[in-house]
């Protein structure tokens, strides 16, 4: 069966099979290859990319060989790159093999170029080229984006220019990762999405969400299609409303030049929590592949409502976080934070009402909502199914509301969890709340299954 890191290699090798047999693929290893990481003196590389990849590595997922050229401006040899990308694993990721470790980072380098300038793009095809030579990699090429979106233009340009975008034969390939945000707005997606495909082919090119390759995520699609007891409940008739909310308890941590920019709107919900409503309300997928399962969530997408300007104040609302303290420490305001703007009116929190126009779903309300240093940190999705027509029992907690749920855990705790009424045990005809759940990694309080 399908687990988390073999899907994400499925669905980047999928483009290159065209195996229909979706999950038979599910365990091979990806060819050799050297992913080339744009920006890699940034943070997403120390606290993402490289703790992803040797997970990855340790698990032995990765291909041999395999190998990362880190490309960024700042100034640095093979070895100071290393040295800080031992630390990034030594920080992210569960206490490691020192063995392993040295392994891994034995196949890590870097060169230093810029963004835009001729030379160094042919610097790094030579280096490129020395490396796959040397590591028997036949010239499988990823190039990564881990760039300020601004730098990306440039970048996708000279990599034309240089011939980096090509596959070296017939044998080989050449891909390139982007990851939001993909533009600022229409326009610019248009015109980014032009320029991609001036140099690279669609089948080269990936654009990429990391909530995709979350546990839970995944398994929302095994929970609602591989069992048979959700689908005649999961529409109009028996759901009252969804809720899908991801809450952050940090703050903008140090990002102001991005997030400033960007906003919670566009930071989260317009990529990963609707990514989550597309799983949640999408039709079954004809087959469990990565265009199948694209194709269903795109219509769930097109389906949404579009706002009218009056909906607007009815139907959305923004804020932004102010000083507070948290768990006995205190914490600037997002205005106070270092490099926004005193007048800043960009949200940090968001959250809005939608509805999807289509058979399974008119009428009903989506709630979504995201934040940052609210008080938990929790990312779920809560389907609330409609109430019986009147009430029988007398509740013992009045939280009538609270019964008829399936919440879906995607962080922390992963997990399911069904919330209904039963009777109170005794000589007693109320009901209470009982809730019944599984973690997906067996932490929960009572281990695969409790009841409390
Ligand atoms: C990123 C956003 O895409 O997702 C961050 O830019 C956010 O602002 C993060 O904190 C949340 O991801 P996760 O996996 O921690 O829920």
Not at 258 to 284: C, R, W
Not at 429 to 438: C, D, L, P, V
Request: hydrophobic share 35%; charged share 25%.
């Amino acid at each position: 069966m399908a687990d988390g890191n073999q899907y994400q290699e499925y669905a980047l090798s999928e483009k290159n099979s065209q195996n229909p047999n979706g999950l038979s693929q599910l365990l091979t290893v990806p060819d050799p290859c050297i992913m080339a990481i744009f920006g890699a003196s940034g943070d997403l590389t120390k606290r993402m990319l490289i703790p992803s990849l040797y997970e990855l590595f340790s698990a032995k997922l990765l291909p041999e060989n395999f190998t990362v050229l880190g490309y960024s401006r700042k100034e640095m040899d093979d070895k100071i790159f290393r040295e800080s990308m031992n630390e990034a694993i030594k920080t992210y990721c569960d206490p490691g093999n020192d063995e392993c470790i040295k392994h891994f980072l034995s196949n890590i380098y870097y060169l230093p170029g810029k963004y835009d300038d001729e030379a160094s793009y042919l610097s790094l095809k030579e280096k490129l080229d020395a490396l796959c030579k040397e590591k028997n990699i036949y010239g499988n090429r990823l190039l990564y984006m881990s760039v300020p979106p601004e730098a990306i233009p440039e970048i996708v340009n000279q990599l034309g220019k240089s011939g980096l975008n090509r596959n070296i034969d017939d044998d080989s390939w050449t891909r390139i990762i982007f990851e939001k945000p993909f533009g600022h707005d229409l326009e610019s997606a248009k015109l980014l999405n032009k320029r991609i495909r001036k140099y690279f082919r669609e089948e080269q090119v990936y654009r990429i969400d990391h909530y995709l390759g979350k546990e839970t995520v995944q398994n929302i699609i095994v929970t609602r299609f591989a069992n048979g007891i959700f689908e005649p409940l999961w529409n109009r008739n028996y759901i009252d409303h969804v809720e899908i909310t991801s809450a952050e308890n940090i703050g903008i941590e140090g990002r102001a030049g991005y997030f400033d920019s960007t906003g919670a709107l566009k930071d989260m919900v317009q990529n990963h929590l609707l990514q989550l409503l597309g799983y949640i309300a999408m039709e079954p997928p004809a087959m469990f592949d990565a265009k199948s399962i694209r194709d269903e969530s795109l219509k769930v997408i097109q389906s949404l409502r579009p706002y009218e300007l009056s909906d607007v104040d009815k139907m959305v609302i923004r804020g932004q976080y102010t000083s507070s303290v948290v768990r006995g420490k205190n914490v600037e305001g997002y205005r106070e934070e270092e490099g926004v703007p005193i007048d800043s009116r960009t949200e940090t929190f968001v959250a809005l009402k939608t509805y999807i126009d289509n058979w399974r779903w008119g009428g009903v309300p989506f709630y979504i909502r995201t934040g940052k240093r609210l008080p938990t940190k929790v990312t779920e999705i809560v389907i609330h199914f409609r109430s019986t027509p009147y009430h029988l029992f007398k509740n013992k907690d009045d939280m009538a509301e609270s019964y008829n749920q399936l919440v879906i855990r995607i962080q922390p705790d992963e997990g399911i969890l069904i919330k209904f009424a039963m009777k109170v045990p005794g000589y007693i005809s109320e009901s209470e709340k009982r809730q019944y759940g599984f973690s997906l990694f067996r932490s929960w309080r009572c281990g695969p299954s409790y009841c409390l």
